[in-house]
C-alpha cells in the first residue's frame, strides 16, 4: 500500500508539472518538493532525499538551458534517472553462475 501511494504521489507531482501552462523555477521546485515529501512519508532516508533534491536541481538548470530545449521532457527523465539511481544497489558486477559447479544462491 505505502509503494502503491507513493508511485502515485510521484506520478501526479510530474504530471502537475507537465500539464501547468508555464514552466518556471517555482513549479519546479513545487514538484520537487512534492516528491522529496511523498519519499519521506515513504521512510525514505533523509540522506538519500536531499542528495536527490540536490541531484535534480543540478540536473535540471533554467538559466543554462537553451530555449528551444522541451523543459518538460527534460525534467521527466532526469527525475526517472534520479529515482533510479536511488534504488540502484551499485553493485560492481552482477553475480553469475559458474559452469560444472553447484551454484548456490
Known amino acids: 500500500m505505502v509503494l ?21 523555477e517555482k513549479a519546479f521546485d513545487g514538484m520537487v518538493k512534492e516528491i522529496c515529501s511523498a519519499l519521506l512519508e515513504a521512510d525514505v532516508a533523509v540522506r538519500l532525499v536531499s542528495s536527490l ?5 543540478a540536473s535540471v538548470n533554467f538559466k543554462s538551458l537553451p530555449p528551444a530545449t522541451n523543459k518538460k ?3 521527466q527523465k532526469t ?10 544497489p ?16
Open 4 to 24: 502503491q501511494d507513493l508511485g502515485r504521489r510521484i506520478n501526479s507531482a510530474v504530471s502537475d508539472l507537465t500539464r501547468s501552462p508555464n514552466l518556471d
Open 53 to 57: 533534491r540536490k541531484s535534480i536541481k
Open 73 to 75: 521532457r527534460l525534467i
Open 79 to 88: 527525475v526517472f534517472d534520479e529515482l533510479v539511481k536511488l534504488v540502484d
Open 90 to 105: 551499485h553493485a560492481g558486477e552482477a553475480w553469475k553462475p559458474k559452469k560444472g559447479k553447484s551454484n548456490v544462491i
